[in-house]
């Protein structure tokens, strides 16, 4: 069982950046794919970026303004997101699947807005 915790959210003005963390109160990530979704009241959640072994993607929407790794030494997964517009706007959520369950932490807010 993985048990997954966002953060690093918050409220940022247009053009800004965040710096998204997901690590694990349980097990590691060390060998999973990590997904970031995100979701705006009203929605399905949507895809962002993702991280695993045969490397990363992004959606259209982040691709060139967004940067997804990992820190080993905090076993965790991280979304940097840089010039951040007022769509971006949303809970994000990390993601991983394992024996065929998907797990999600509880997600961060990020508002873009002046």
């Known amino acids: 069982q993985v048990q997954l915790v966002e953060s690093g959210g918050g409220l940022v003005p247009p053009g800004g950046s965040l710096r998204l963390t997901c690590a694990t109160t349980?097990?590691?990530?060390?060998?999973?794919?990590i997904n970031w979704f995100r979701q705006t009241p009203g929605k399905e959640r949507e895809f962002v970026a993702s991280?695993?072994?045969?490397?990363?993607r992004y959606a259209p929407s982040v691709k060139g303004r967004s940067t997804v790794s990992r820190d080993a030494a905090k076993d965790a997964v991280v979304l940097q997101m840089n010039e951040l517009q007022r769509t971006d706007t949303a809970v994000y959520f990390c993601?991983?699947?394992?024996?065929?369950?998907?797990?999600w932490g509880q997600g961060t807010q990020v508002t873009v807005s002046p």
């Open positions: 993601n991983v699947r394992h024996d065929g369950i998907d797990y």
């Open positions: 991280i695993g072994v045969d490397g990363t």
């Open positions: 349980m097990g590691t990530l060390r060998y999973y794919a």
